[in-house]
């Protein structure tokens, strides 16, 4: 491990958010660019301890019960983001407005989540650098 922590790093799938708070606060996570948590049992209430990740440019939440509240915390505070995978997540309309702000954003899977068409329509007029953006499975599939 590197002064500044690691660059990269997956947690396991019984993952929880006391987990994450855990891990974080007993070590240097500076330099944390990728993170994935796919398939924890993660929830809104992590987005407290990832915010204060300020070097994250991907987080994989896919198939976690992550939703609108953590994504406003995200979407207010983590403006490296350029990969974001909310596949199977709980988010709306409601938490996606958020991402609207985000200019970095490069990929973002909103597959089978409660994203609306109206909402897809101003994703892509807002975030026009995103090379990717997967909806399927979504009203605007």
Known sequence: QQKGGPRKLTL??????????RLLSCGSFGNLECLSLAFTHVTS??????????SL??????ATQFG???????AEHLHKLQVL????????????AA???????????LNSTKLSAEM?????KSLPV???IDVRYTEAW
Do not use: H
């Open 12 to 21: 396991p799938i019984r993952s929880t958010d006391s987990d994450i708070t």
């Open 45 to 54: 209430a992590c987005a407290e301890q990832l915010i204060k990740l300020p």
């Open 57 to 62: 440019r991907y987080l994989n939440l896919w």
């Open 68 to 74: 609108d509240t953590g994504l406003l915390m995200i």
């Open 85 to 96: 995978n909310l596949c199977e997540t709980q988010v709306s309309d409601r938490g996606i």
């Open 99 to 109: 991402l609207l702000s985000m200019t970095n954003l490069r990929r973002l899977n």
């Open 120 to 124: 897809f329509e101003s994703l892509r």
């Open 130 to 132: 995103a090379l990717e």
